[in-house]
């Protein structure tokens, strides 16, 4: 939808406090609904979840990618939901602390991810979940299995507040690569470290402040000791159940979710953003809040993301049988600069029919040939019964919003957890609303993961 300024509003169906178009944006409107703000929530969409939507049942995605029936062998199709942009969350992540502090968890269930992979010399390796596990670990070398345990302990006894865990290492000033080279770690310890337990994306980390690398580990940590075999979470009947739950929670506390809406316009008044046209109806509003797809004018492109889902009938090899895992692959393992995800979820997570498996893909687009640049995963996976290939823009706003009001998301990164649209969602929420810090401090803190580059 172009964004188009009206003259003059027309008749008014309606005043909120806040406008949301779209789905990564409702977790906001639950927020903003026990904080007790009057929210419309209005999706283009006849289902929930957008563009990060769980559809089914099986032949709805078939159909969603124009391909022919699914097979019988697939079993009943109403035993799918299959996620488009599969995601984890990290067991005391950002995402976790939002559903508690909501309660938004009296509507879900979640199941823990079963392991946690990096990918390392053509083969896929468990990571390290307890000291037995950094023993034996192969990993790394014996001699690096010690200074891997050395590093760890630093970095988990670390206190900001206290100089005398920095060991001479200012974790304001220390590098990361600095605090690497200090215990001596050889280069397959940085690459999962950094990678698949800090979660970065990229090795930028390692010219920059030590601190936000040991934050991460601490959350990976933390999270990991909630669970023991991995740090991550998963809801049962698939990603979809997260935009349901935030709907019913907002229209508990007041607030009106309308499906299959479009937005025909932006109402504008010198400049800034008073409510939304849609289907007839005008509904004024303070804020306005949506993703880029809303307003091509205010995003740019900055990259692209493809994602690759695959219908499995067996777990994918060397994961011990794992119904659900992640695996990451380092960019350095396979001569790229952006790393390769894939996770895989199963029947035993109610989104497949017995048996089955459902993995997923994805990685930041370098080349010309997308799907190239992702079969070093989709290699892990085979043999493949089905694949459905996307590839999307990555848009992020032109600027924060305050000026029209408009605030508008990033895009799904390639990541396989949910921390950096997390904090995309406080840096919306902490623009719109910094008169407010009282009505959320959960949101009004520093972020530790980065929103994700494409």
Same mark, same amino acid.
């Given at each position: 939808?172009?964004? $188009?300024?009206?003259?003059?509003?027309?008749?008014?169906?309606?005043?909120?406090?806040?406008?949301?178009?779209?789905?990564?944006?409702?977790?906001?409107?639950?927020?903003?609904?026990?904080?007790?703000?009057?929210?419309?929530?209005?999706?283009?969409?006849?289902?929930?979840?957008?563009?990060?939507?769980?559809?089914?049942?099986?032949?709805?995605?078939?159909?969603?990618?124009?391909?022919?029936?699914?097979?019988?062998?697939?079993?009943?199709?109403?035993?799918?939901?299959?996620?488009?942009?599969?995601?984890?969350?990290?067991?005391?992540?950002?995402?976790?602390?939002?559903?508690?502090?909501?309660?938004?968890?009296?509507?879900?269930?979640?199941?823990?991810?079963?392991?946690?992979?990096?990918?390392?010399?053509?083969?896929?390796?468990?990571?390290? %979940?307890?000291?037995?596990?950094?023993?034996?670990?192969?990993?790394?070398?014996?001699?690096?299995? $010690?200074?891997?345990?050395?590093?760890?302990?630093?970095?988990?006894?670390?206190?900001?507040?206290?100089?005398?865990?920095?060991?001479?290492?200012?974790?304001?000033?220390?590098?990361?690569?600095?605090?690497?080279?200090?215990?001596?770690?050889?280069?397959?310890?940085?690459?999962?470290?950094?990678?698949?337990?800090?979660?970065?994306?990229?090795?930028?980390?390692?010219?920059?402040?030590?601190?936000?690398?040991?934050?991460?580990?601490?959350?990976?940590?933390?999270?990991?000791?909630?669970?023991?075999?991995?740090?991550?979470?998963?809801?049962?009947?698939?990603?979809?159940?997260?935009?349901?739950?935030?709907?019913?929670?907002?229209?508990?506390?007041?607030?009106?979710?309308?499906?299959?809406?479009?937005?025909?316009?932006?109402?504008?008044?010198?400049?800034?953003?008073?409510?939304?046209?849609?289907?007839?109806?005008?509904?004024?509003?303070?804020?306005?809040?949506?993703?880029?797809?809303?307003?091509?004018?205010?995003?740019?492109?900055?990259?692209?993301?493809?994602?690759?889902?695959?219908?499995?009938?067996?777990?994918?090899?060397?994961?011990?049988?794992?119904?659900?895992?992640?695996?990451?692959?380092?960019?350095?393992?396979?001569?790229?600069?952006?790393?390769?995800?894939?996770?895989?979820?199963?029947?035993?997570? %109610?989104?497949?029919?017995?048996?089955?498996?459902?993995? %997923?893909?994805?990685?930041?687009?370098?080349?010309?040939?997308?799907?190239?640049?992702?079969?070093?995963?989709?290699?892990?996976?085979?043999?493949?019964?089905?694949?459905?290939?996307?590839?999307?823009?990555?848009?992020?706003?032109?600027?924060?919003?305050?000026?029209?009001?408009?605030?508008?998301? $990033?895009?799904?990164?390639?990541?396989?957890?949910?921390?950096?649209?997390?904090?995309?969602?406080?840096?919306?929420?902490?623009?719109?609303?910094?008169?407010?810090?009282?009505?959320?401090?959960?949101?009004?803190?520093?972020?530790?993961?980065?929103?994700?580059?494409?």
């Amino acid at each position: 939808m172009a964004e $188009r300024i009206i003259a003059g509003p027309p008749m008014m169906c309606g005043w909120r406090k806040l406008i949301i178009c779209d789905t990564l944006e409702c977790i906001l409107s639950g927020i903003m609904s026990v904080s007790g703000k009057k929210v419309l929530h209005i999706d283009r969409n006849s289902y929930y979840g957008g563009e990060s939507a769980s559809i089914s049942p099986l032949e709805e995605i078939y159909k969603k990618f124009q391909i022919s029936e699914p097979p019988i062998s697939m079993g009943r199709g109403k035993d799918w939901n299959v996620d488009l942009i599969p995601k984890f969350l990290l067991a005391n992540g950002m995402l976790v602390k939002i559903l508690l502090y909501t309660e938004v968890t009296r509507y879900l269930d979640f199941k823990v991810v079963e392991g946690s992979y990096v990918f390392k010399a053509g083969k896929v390796h468990k990571l390290p %979940s307890t000291e037995a596990e950094i023993q034996t670990s192969d990993l790394m070398g014996m001699f690096d299995r $010690r200074r891997f345990r050395k590093l760890l302990q630093f970095m988990l006894n670390l206190d900001e507040r206290d100089p005398r865990t920095y060991h001479d290492m200012d974790p304001q000033k220390t590098t990361m690569r600095e605090v690497f080279h200090h215990f001596d770690v050889g280069t397959e310890v940085i690459e999962f470290t950094g990678h698949a337990m800090a979660l970065h994306c990229s090795d930028d980390y390692l010219d920059q402040p030590c601190i936000q690398t040991i934050q991460r580990i601490k959350l990976y940590s933390e999270s990991l000791a909630r669970y023991n075999n991995s740090p991550y979470l998963y809801p049962l009947y698939g990603m979809g159940e997260l935009p349901q739950g935030f709907a019913r929670l907002s229209a508990e506390y007041g607030g009106t979710y309308l499906l299959n809406r479009q937005v025909d316009n932006i109402v504008m008044e010198n400049g800034k953003a008073v409510g939304v046209k849609s289907g007839g109806e005008f509904f004024r509003c303070k804020h306005l809040i949506c993703d880029p797809s809303y307003v091509p004018d205010r995003v740019k492109k900055v990259g692209r993301v493809i994602r690759v889902i695959c219908l499995l009938n067996h777990p994918i090899k060397n994961t011990n049988d794992a119904s659900s895992c992640q695996i990451i692959i380092p960019q350095t393992q396979v001569n790229r600069k952006s790393d390769i995800y894939i996770c895989m979820v199963s029947h035993t997570h %109610s989104v497949a029919s017995e048996g089955m498996y459902v993995a %997923s893909v994805s990685t930041t687009v370098e080349t010309s040939n997308p799907e190239k640049e992702v079969q070093p995963g989709l290699a892990l996976l085979e043999p493949i019964m089905q694949k459905f290939v996307s590839i999307s823009n990555f848009m992020v706003p032109l600027d924060d919003g305050r000026r029209s009001q408009i605030f508008v998301s $990033r895009s799904y990164d390639a990541t396989t957890h949910f921390e950096a649209e997390c904090n995309d969602i406080k840096d919306m929420y902490r623009t719109a609303y910094s008169a407010h810090n009282e009505m959320c401090p959960l949101l009004l803190t520093s972020p530790l993961v980065s929103s994700g580059q494409p």
